[in-house]
């Protein structure tokens, strides 16, 4: 069995090879990541490109569009400017305009 530890640094080498600088917590990595996990089950070698720029492009608002409900698409937006430290206001709205169609 993996140690907890082993784990979590595996997120942590995840969480900086996808290009993140800003706060860090595993558990809203995991369900971030999740995201891309699903979408690349369903589009074979999506995950790379899900994943770029620390979630912050169009192709993760893509999966995102196509795997979650409207009411969960501000959610993981907000997540993803948490991974990059910037707050969810009106200046950063527009980094997430493909997640809210």
């Not at 995950?47 to 979630?55: A, G, P």
């Not at 959610?75 to 980094?95: D, G, R």
């Amino acid at each position: 069995a993996e140690d907890i530890n082993d784990i979590n640094d595996l997120d942590l080498s995840s969480y900086e090879k996808s290009g993140c600088h800003g706060y860090y917590n595993s558990y809203k990595f995991y369900q971030i990541r999740q995201v891309c996990e699903e979408c690349d089950d369903l589009f074979k070698g999506a995950y790379r490109k899900c994943s770029e720029n620390c979630f912050a492009n169009d192709y993760f608002g893509a999966c995102l569009y196509g795997l979650m409900k409207t009411d969960k698409r501000e959610k993981f937006a907000k997540i993803v400017l948490e991974l990059h430290h910037y707050p969810f206001n009106k200046n950063t709205q527009f980094l997430f305009k493909s997640y809210q169609k």
